[in-house]
């Protein structure tokens, strides 16, 4: 796995092939997330919960995540993210917390609502307040996806 690391300015020109080089390897890196998750009920989860979360999610895609700005594609990147989890991990949580190894994804989704409940205030983006209402609507249903009702309380409204 490379996850390139470039500064916020090179990344907002999506044309530049820095850009495309970059989003596309975070794709590349979410894409080998499902595929490790797929050998869920053949690999022991201990294994899959190291390779998967600690050695790739912790280690690169949020990483990505936070260099790649705040837009619609890093929502539905993570909705790409999230679906790829098995639900036989959430079954068994207690006390409205997800997983240690999620906890790093949960406070991203939790900074990214807050930043477009800001900048759907000031219009700073090319979407209103109507927009960013529904992307923290959907930030919300994944926190509750992945089992952390403790980060979905403390988002913008």
Sequence with gaps: VFMPLYPKSVLENRSSNASVFFHRQLWVCIKLLGNILSWHGI???QMLRSLSLDGLLNRYI??????????????????????TFPKEWFEDLEDDKT???LENLGRF??????????EGQQNK???DKKDSRDFIKQISKMLVNIHAM???????M
């Design 125 to 127: 983006r090319d979407f």
């Design 99 to 101: 997983m240690p190894q």
């Design 62 to 83: 949020i990483l990505g995540l936070c260099n790649s700005g705040v837009n619609k594609e890093t929502i539905q990147k993570c909705q790409s993210i999230i679906s």
């Design 43 to 45: 690999l022991s989860n």
């Design 109 to 118: 989704l939790v900074s990214v609502a807050r930043t477009l409940y800001s």
């Design 150 to 156: 403790e980060y979905a309380v403390n988002l913008p």
